[in-house]
């Protein structure tokens, strides 16, 4: 009875394909996130929607673009993959209340560009 | 100066021992301060939470927050192998602000 759920886990790639990673969360929250953690476990934040409006867009290259169809579902379409690109891309989701959210993480997507 | 710092570690203790974790960070308009745990090619999941200055106790966490030195612990009592995780000190404003998480410290309880 998976909480948020990411496809593929594992995704292993050429420099300049153009891939994309799902997320699906079945808990009703009205936010979704996407984080990148590098190989040095460092977890940094790129986007959140919140029923399905862009509310958080930090400092990311154009060629990262989320997409979310419904508030269920927010995916991540990467263009022109680079080396630099590689790292475990997760996926979160939260309900908003206005004070302290818990942000429920899934498995994570591995990357790996070559 | 990066908003939150945490040593990565990694830190390795014997079974039974007091951990303390500890992070510091920059931006005094933090309000909640969180506590993830990973467990190796896992996702982050919420360990505890405090809003604003003072204790929490759960089990054998306790967390801490001293907002006049900008300063966040987390104590474990009597460590076991199983608490052998990354943990990640996340703070925020709360809201639709988003969590900023410390470069996370590696922990290992050996038996």
């Known amino acids: 009875d998976t909480a948020v759920s990411q496809t593929p886990k594992y995704l292993v790639t050429q420099m300049g394909n153009d891939k994309s990673i799902k997320c699906e969360q079945n808990?009703?929250?009205?936010?979704m996130y996407w984080y990148k953690q590098d190989s040095k476990k460092f977890l940094k934040i790129m986007f959140s929607?919140?029923?399905?409006?862009?509310?958080i867009n930090e400092t990311v290259p154009n060629r990262f673009s989320p997409k979310s169809p419904d508030k269920a579902h927010l995916n991540l379409h990467i263009n022109s993959l680079e080396l630099g690109d590689s790292a475990v891309y997760f996926c979160?989701?939260?309900?908003?209340?206005?004070?302290?959210?818990?942000?429920?993480f899934g498995p994570g997507t591995r990357l790996t560009v070559t | 100066q990066k908003e939150v710092e945490q040593d990565p570690g990694p830190l390795s203790v014997p079974e039974g021992a007091i951990v303390s974790l500890n992070c510091t960070y920059s931006?005094?308009?933090?309000?909640?301060f969180m506590w993830y745990r990973q467990y190796s090619r896992k996702g982050p999941e919420l360990l505890m939470y405090?809003?604003?200055?003072g204790n929490k106790e759960d089990g054998r966490f306790t967390a801490q927050v001293d907002k006049s030195s900008k300063y966040i612990s987390l104590f474990i009592r009597d460590s076991q192998p199983s608490d052998s995780a990354t943990y990640l000190c996340?703070?925020?404003?709360?809201?639709?602000?988003?969590?900023?998480f410390g470069a996370g410290t590696r922990l290992a309880v050996h038996p």
């Open positions: 808990l009703g929250h009205d936010t």
């Open positions: 405090t809003y604003s200055s």
């Open positions: 979160a989701s939260s309900q908003e209340t206005g004070g302290f959210d818990e942000q429920y």
């Open positions: 929607y919140n029923n399905k409006e862009l509310i």
């Open positions: 996340a703070p925020s404003k709360g809201g639709y602000n988003k969590l900023i």
């Open positions: 931006n005094s308009a933090f309000q909640y």
